[in-house]
């Protein structure tokens, strides 16, 4: 009976110092979360894109060849509560009809800035996460778009500059075989 007493105070002190830490562990899960669902800085600076931009795209289909010229537009506006920038293109490439969409967050977790690219000439999909540069003009994205030659994923580098609140340029890079080629230059001026 006395082994069954204690026992049973030990089985309370223990459960009470295991719902303590399970409570102090669900109240620094909860503030994580409430961290990384915020909205920043970084997301008011995505916001200040919102609008309609015209768009001068040219496409580098053969290394030694002139690029390819479309001319389209961008729709800019915030989605989720201000969360990510959706920006819808249109336009035209190669005589055919362009459509696509790009989603950019900041990923508050990975202090990064997330990307992601469909468009209506494939079925992929296109991720990158970057980072300003220190001058804090510039964002570097790495990441990955398939090859549709082999079916595989090949890497892709984009640089996005913010020339003025009115005017970005963007540089797009595919490495296939270890050799890194510019594939696309994008002038984007708000209208």
Not at 9 to 32: D, N, R
Not at 88 to 112: C, Q, R, T, W
């Amino acid at each position: 009976m006395k082994n069954l007493k204690y026992f049973k105070s030990l089985l309370l002190v223990f459960l009470t110092i295991y719902a303590g830490h399970s409570f102090a562990q669900s109240e620094a899960q909860q503030k994580a979360w409430e961290a990384y669902m915020t909205p920043g800085e970084n997301h008011k600076t995505l916001a200040k894109d919102v609008g309609s931009w015209k768009t001068e795209m040219s496409s580098f289909m053969e290394p030694g060849k002139p690029p390819v010229k479309s001319m389209g537009t961008a729709e800019v506006t915030m989605i989720m509560d201000g969360r990510y920038q959706q920006s819808v293109y249109k336009g035209d490439m190669m005589g055919m009809p362009f459509e696509g969409i790009s989603v950019v967050g900041y990923d508050n977790a990975k202090k990064a800035f997330v990307n992601s690219w469909v468009d209506n000439m494939g079925t992929g999909m296109m991720y990158m996460e970057g980072k300003w540069d220190k001058s804090g003009k510039t964002v570097t994205y790495l990441g990955t778009s398939v090859n549709p030659m082999t079916g595989k994923d090949m890497k892709v580098r984009q640089v996005l500059t913010f020339e003025s609140d009115k005017s970005q340029y963007m540089e797009m890079y595919m490495t296939e075989n270890g050799k890194e080629t510019k594939s696309m230059e994008l002038r984007m001026t708000k209208m």
